[in-house]
Structure formats: structure tokens, C-alpha cells
């Protein structure tokens, strides 16, 4: 027995973050054992664990998922935990020691915020010498520069993080950073430097580009406190005694990116002024770091038919661009980022205003670079200006996200359903910096509350999000406080002060319950509970103020941003679905997530006041919107996805939507129409709902408007727009086309949950109890799924092979799954290749599945299902093919006995024997005369009838 993965509030070894109370996770691996009995948890103050502050004894009320001991923190003050687990085999383990250190005590700052006398620019260095009398045994350094800043002592950047202290709202708190510098300080002499620039704080940022969103000027404060080994200590505080000098940033900026004169070499030095920021909005970091998470080198260098030279990164990144540079003096290297190419030269008009640049002068010293106040993002880099050849081993992409632990993976038998979980995994990558942003690219970048919400539920899967957002979530309560209840469309709103959207307010109570739903520790819902209650409430008071129809019917929604479906004007962004009714829906559906939430966390009261606000909604949306025979009276696939998946129609009356949510389809040639909205479910409603071969003919569909579309087009990350490319290669639209944007990647939720069939379960959260319900399909050969969840790694594997069905899953340490095995019959399923009738498990079957329930273990699986489980052949199968096919051509001529004379409206006979196109678009073109009846029939013969892959 071992235990690993030993976190404090679901951060390893956390250094100076906001600390209000510990919470200790870990998981068990490497055992025989089943269930973990009892457990122990030691708090101490030395790594020996001879000062124990903390001991919880040997007791069964210790859970993995969450465990807060019973003790007072001191501020400042590192403590070291450690965790013995007792299982019912008789096995027991020690972990080794974690640690997690406490922040400043709030309100004992003594240093004061300085300002440089300079002449304001973008970037400043703060200088201070310090004389270390004696030996260091410990030092630390409690400090933020705003808006961005580097720290350095006697040369050496401290830390492996970047672009500190993020993004947040400046203007409710200030997030100060606690830096480790004992190494840093030798005895005798040392230098100081902190480099600090404009960032998000000062610089050109949000919707409207503004300068000087949150203050005028770059500031800092710090407090560097060492402790020598003879115990005494001396803390170095910033105040006027510092100074300033110039930066080698001569500009930077979010958007537009930096310029680095390595000439500078001015050793004047300026007085600092007292900054007059006060105390009052500095708070203990949140934030996970940003941090280089892995390193790229270009896969090309390219010269365009334009004479220029490109570099091809091969993946559309986030982050910097290192650089080994050996020029001449006075060499001005320059370089732009962009996302495509357009007739094979380079491009970024897509970024609009962004310049995303980066202009370096040399000193004439050999040199390795990197941007220190911005960040890109990109594939391509146009270099100009080096005197000597261009070469990819002398650039590396730095690929830069907020620090989370890698938690998911699916691989498949195709090779484009790979390429497309990995650009929603990059898309994540690129867009999790700091805030869940739109786009890492163009003039925007911001924290959008609908693109946050409507990916985070396959965010969860991915990596481990639990730290990354409990802090959007405290931005998001601090900014609504702002708005009365209402959720700003953008976290942090950087000058822009709107909110109320529906699907984009939910940012407020999705999110919450999606991490309670994966991690199981009732923390986050505590914390933000009071910020889903408020956004209910301030729908409510929307409502009431219309007349209280409990019907959402008033104010501004995005509704189902980008749809395909607004036939009356197809250049709009916004989706034919009626916003208010999508907003009517979501007021039913955050409703029952705050009774949800009030049930956790013991507030009963309010459990059943929003339990029934949510029924009462239901209620009127089924009065507004449903015919008493179940139509819906919104003829979009999305309203009835939305119907569908928040339950908003009659258990009885859910056929009718069913098969009408698939004629919708059917008519739209098996082509979706869903915006951001809609996406988000329309998967997972069909495989949910007797339709997974729906689903599965969405995710393969390789036309436009298609996720697998956008992959055969070269995208390496998750488009804006469905059509953001269009065939031609050419981009669709300037104005608004991000290549990097991630929430049509929800898709991914919908392999995890129905593909892998890797379901959490409400009652058990933090999947220490779960579904494994794989939803097989022929179009697809196998399919291979780990989840290393807060409960441990879960394998759920399954293989078509022969027309024969297997199952691989593996279950955690302490944890159980019920398994559905689908289209079987107990009688015929093989466990370990012996009959799962004579296992010992408990086993029973439910219609058309196998149950069977296990604990701790790996379980192998296989039978003949009982239904076909192969590829067939249909009205889109290619003409040729059908006709090649003895048993296939028979089928479509028992409809159509004249097929091989089928002649166009020019009485020109149908080359049928060697079309290329769908026999769909070959017979079903209107100047020959099949009807859509014919055609229907002709599909069903061939769903019949198995075809070579």
C-alpha cells in the first residue's frame, strides 16, 4: 500500500495562498485492499513530526476527498502533514510528510506601496542593495507589483512563475505572492531587482481597450524577512529608502506585445515615492501560478510565396517565444504572431487591433530571450531583421497555463476524434491563464462567464480545476456584488460593467457544482453559496418585476451565441432560439443547482424554498412553451436539447421531444445547428435519450458544420465559430474569428461521460462512487479512457471486434462502480472468460443491460450483444460503394427497381457504377425525382447490412 498525491486545499505544498482552514486530500494506491476503514492525520511543526501540533487519532471519519483538522493557524508559519490509512485486509501505510505554508496576518503590513519618479512608462525596475550580516537560514518575500512583475536577487529570477499576479479584479482585492528566497540571499552583499510593468492593471485591456483601467501608475510593494541561524531575524520593507531604474522594456502591453532594448545600459537611479495604495485590498493569493508547462520547437521554418520567413510552431500555443540570439549591435530583430496562414503567407487580421509583437535591439552580446509583460497566442511567427539565417533549433514556444495537474485522457481507434480531444486540451492550455478567457489572442482575452460555464464540465475531467476555480469563483462573487445579484459577462469586468445574461450568469452556479460534483469537498459550494443564491435571486426580482409569470422575459441574452439557425438574418450572432425561453430555462435549472447546493450543505430550509421556485418555473415554462400533446413550440434543436436535459417537459411527454429533437436533425441532413448553448448538451442528450447514433454521426461528421470538419482544416485547437475556416482555406470573418476557443470543445464532456461512460454520481461525489456506462458504436473500434480522479484512476476500455463486444475497467482504492453493460444478456456475458452468472457479484439485468456493481479491482468483460454492432451502409455511403456491394444494391433496388437508369433532368443517365458522392446526393437531388419517403426506406434496408470498414 502506498499514498500519494497529498494536497492542502487541492494544491501540493502550497506556499503563502489564502488559508482560512486546511483541507488535506490524498489517494491510495499499490494495495490488494478494497476499503479503507480507518485513517490518522498528524499536524506538525518539523518535518520529523517530533513537535506534533495536530493528531486526529486513529478514527473512520477521515475522508480522503476532504479532511480539515481541528487547529488554529499562525500566520506565517509552515506546518507538515502527514496521513495513515488502514484498510480491512489488514494493510496499513504511513505517507511521506506534505507541507503547506500559512500567509501574512491580514493587516500587519509595514511596508509601504512605492512609485517610481520617472516619467511613467511601461516598465520600471525597483532596486534595493541588502547586507546579509550572518549566515540565512530561512528568507521569505511577501510581495506583488502591479500590474506585472518579475522579482530578482543578484541576477537569478526567483520562482518558475510568469506574468504574477494575474489577472483579477484590482479593484476589490490585490492578491499579494510568498516567494522562498533563502537561496537567494548569500552573506554579505546582495541586490534586489523587481521588474515591474503595466499588465492588465495599467495597460490596454478589455472590450474597449482602455488605458488605465484600474490605476494610473506601476506600483509595488514587498517585505523581504531573513532569518539568520543564530535566530535573530531583519526584515527589508519597500519605502523611500529604494529606488528606480530604467527598464529595458521600453513597451509593453497585453495585446500588442514588448520591446526589449538590450542596449540600456543607464545605471542612473531614481528616487521612489511613497504610493498611497493602502492595505485594505491586499489578500493571501488564490491564484494558482502561471507557470511554463512544457516546451515547443518549431516543426518548420517557411518561406512565403511573399518573401517572408515564418516559423510553423505546429500547434496553435499560448505563451512566449524563447530566442538564442547571436547579432550584431544595433540589430533589430522583429517579430509577429498570428494563428494561419492565408495563401500560404502570413496573417493575423483576425486579431484585430492586438499587434502581438515583439521587437528586440542588440546589445551586440550573444543572448538567450523571452518576453517578461505579455504573452501570445499562436502557431505562426513571422521573424525580420536577423543578419544571420533563421534556424528552428534556435526558437522554443514556452507554452504557459495556470499550474493544473493533467487528469484525463481518451484515445480512439480514429485518428481525427484523437486530434480533436487534443484541441480541446489545448484549448484549455491557452485559455486557462489565470482566468477561463475567450480567446489568448486578439484585442480580448477576458474571462467570459458563458465560454467559462459551458466548458467546465469537461475542464473537470481534463485537469485538476478545483484551485484555478475557487479563485475565478471569488473574482466572480466580488464583481456580482457590484451588480446586485447579476453575473458580469465578463470576470474580471476590466471596465466593463454589464451582466444578467442568461447562460453566462450561470458561470455563477454551474461551475460550483461541477467541482462539488468531481472533487466531492463541500468547500467550494460553502464559499460561493451566497453567489448562486444571489444570482437566482436577482432573476427572480426580474421576474417579479414583470409580473411574476415565473418566466424569465426581460432584459439582454447572448441566448444561443453563434448558432447556425437564424435563417432570417444568417450574419447575426445570435441563435433562433427564443432567448427567453432559454432564459426561463436556466432560471429553472440554477434554481434547483442553489436547492442542490442548500441540501449539501445542511440549509434545509432553503433546499426546499429554491426546490420549488425551480418546480414553479418548470410549471410555467410548460405552460408557455408545451402543447398539452408535448410539441415544443420552439422548432430549434437546441430548445429541445434544453428540454431534454433540465427536464423541463413531462416525463410522459419526453418521446415526442425525443423523436422530434431527431426529425430536426433528420431534416437538416444529420447536421446541427447549436450555438454555444446548445453544444454544451446536444451530445449527451441524444446518447441519453435512446439517440447515440445520433451522437456518434454528429462527432464523425467530417462536412460543415462539424467538430471533425474544423480537424481535417488543420485546426490544432477548438474554433469560435463553426465555419471560423472555410474550405477554401480562407477565413471566414475577421471581426470576430478566434482560432482558440474552447467551448465547442464540450463535446469532450459527452466521450467522458457516454463514450468512456465514466459518470459521477450526485449522492457520491468526487466519484467516489460511479457509472461506468459505455455507449459503444460500430463507427468507432475501440476506445481507451483513464481518469485520475480525486478518488483515484478509473480505466473504463471498450473494443468491437468480430461484432463482439469487450469491456476493460479499472476501479480505485475505496471507491465502487456500477457497471452497465449494454445490449446483453447475463447469460451469455463472460467475466475473465468465465460466465458472469456463476461470479459472486451482484448482478441483474435491466432490460437491456447488465448491472453489475463491484468495488476495488480490474474487471474484464465480453459477449455477443444483442443487437448488430457493425458498420452498415446508408444513404450517405458513397454511391459506388452501395453498388459494389451485391446485398446493398439489392436492397436499394427492391425500393427502386429502375436504379441503374436513374436519369437528371437533362435525361442524362446517373454514373451511379463510380459516383464518388453520398447515394443521398446522388438520387436525392430533386431533378430525379426520389422522394424523401423512398429515400427513408431505401436508409432503413441499409442500416441492415454490414460494410467493410
Known sequence: MKIIGLKTNHRVNPLGFAMDKPSFTYQVVDTAAAKQTAAQVQVASDEAFEQILFDSGKTASIDSLAYSPDMKLEPCTRYYWRVTVWAENGEYATSEPAWFETAKAPGSWSAKWIAHTMEQGPAAWFTRGVAAKKAVARARAYMVGLGIYELYING?????????????????????????????????????????????????????????????????????????ADGSRETIVTDESWQAKKSKVTFANIYDGECYDDRIEDGTLYPVRAAGLGYDRLEARLSPPIVANERITPVAVLNTPAGETVLDMGQNMVGLLEIKLDEPAGTEVFLQFGEILQHDNFYRDNLRS??????????????????????????????????????????TGVVLHSEMERRGWIETSDPLINRLFLNAIWGQKGNFVDV???????????????????????????????????????????????LEGAVPHVVPMGGMIQGGSTAWGEAATVIPWNCYLHYGDKEILESQFKSMKDWVDFIK?????????????????????????????????????????????????????????????????????????????????????????????IETQTAHVMALFMNLVPQEQRPRVIADLRELLKKNDWKLTTGFVGTIYLCR???????????????????????????????????????????????????????????????????????AGIQPVEDEPGFRCVRLAPQPNARLDWVKTKLDSAAGVYVSEWKIEHGKLSFRFEVPFNAEAEILLPDARLEKVLY?????????????????????????????????????????????????????????????????????????????????????????????????????ELLDKIEELLNQIPCEK
Open 156 to 228: 537569478e529570477k526567483i520562482g518558475d512563475e510568469y506574468l504574477a499576479p494575474g489577472l483579477h479584479a484590482y479593484d476589490k482585492w490585490i492578491q499579494y505572492q510568498t516567494y522562498d528566497v533563502t537561496k537567494a540571499f548569500q552573506a554579505g552583499e546582495n541586490q534586489i531587482e523587481v521588474w515591474v510593468g503595466d499588465g492588465w492593471y495599467r495597460g490596454r485591456y478589455g472590450f474597449q481597450g482602455k488605458e488605465q483601467i484600474y490605476g494610473n501608475e506601476t506600483a509595488l510593494i514587498a517585505e523581504f524577512v531573513l532569518e539568520y
Open 541 to 633: 426580482r426580474q421576474d417579479e418585476a414583470a409580473g411574476g409569470k415565473r418566466l424569465w422575459t426581460t432584459g439582454f441574452h447572448f441566448g444561443d451565441w453563434l448558432a447556425l439557425d437564424n435563417y432570417k438574418d444568417p450574419k447575426s450572432c445570435f441563435g433562433a432560439t427564443d432567448n427567453y425561453f432559454i432564459a426561463s430555462a436556466y432560471y429553472c435549472y440554477s434554481a434547483m443547482l442553489v436547492a442542490k447546493a442548500a441540501k449539501v450543505l445542511g440549509k434545509e430550509e432553503l433546499a426546499k424554498e429554491y426546490s420549488e421556485l425551480s418546480d414553479q418555473v418548470r410549471a410555467a415554462i410548460q405552460r408557455e412553451y408545451v402543447t398539452p400533446n408535448g410539441r415544443l413550440s
Open 354 to 395: 492586438a499587434l502581438e509583437e515583439y521587437h528586440f535591439i542588440s546589445s551586440g552580446k550573444p543572448v538567450t530571450i523571452r518576453q517578461h509583460f505579455t504573452f501570445y497566442g499562436f502557431r505562426f511567427v513571422k521573424v525580420s531583421g536577423m543578419t544571420k539565417p533563421v534556424e528552428k533549433e534556435n526558437f
Open 832 to 932: 475473465n472468460g468465465q460466465p458472469l452468472s456463476a461470479s459472486t457479484f451482484w448482478t441483474e439485468q435491466q432490460g437491456d443491460c447488465v448491472n453489475v456493481k463491484v468495488l476495488t479491482g480490474v474487471y474484464e468483460f465480453a459477449y455477443e450483444p444483442e443487437k448488430l454492432y457493425a458498420r452498415t451502409f446508408s444513404i450517405y455511403s458513397a454511391t459506388k460503394d452501395v453498388i459494389a456491394n451485391p446485398e446493398a444494391r439489392k436492397a436499394v433496388e427492391s425500393v427502386l427497381p429502375n436504379l441503374m437508369d436513374l436519369r437528371d433532368n437533362t435525361n442524362q443517365r446517373l454514373p451511379l457504377e463510380s459516383s464518388e458522392l453520398s447515394l443521398r446526393d446522388q438520387i436525392g437531388n430533386p431533378f430525379v425525382g426520389v422522394t424523401p
Open 685 to 755: 442528450v441524444l446518447s441519453e435519450n435512446g439517440c447515440n447514433d445520433v451522437a456518434y454521426r454528429l462527432l464523425m461528421n467530417r462536412d460543415y458544420p462539424s467538430w471533425i470538419y474544423e480537424v481535417l482544416m488543420g485546426a490544432t485547437t477548438v474554433w469560435e465559430r463553426w465555419n471560423s475556416v472555410l474550405p477554401n482555406g480562407l477565413i471566414s470573418d475577421t471581426g470576430m474569428n478566434s482560432l482558440n476557443h474552447y467551448a465547442y470543445g464540450s463535446v469532450v464532456e459527452w466521450m467522458y461521460r457516454n463514450v
Open 436 to 482: 477561463p478567457t475567450d480567446c489568448p489572442q486578439r484585442d480580448e482575452r477576458m474571462g467570459w462567464t458563458g465560454d467559462a460555464q459551458a466548458f467546465s464540465g469537461t475542464a473537470t475531467f481534463n485537469m485538476d480545476t478545483y484551485a484555478f476555480y475557487s479563485k475565478y469563483g471569488r473574482d466572480l462573487a466580488y464583481e456580482q456584488g457590484e
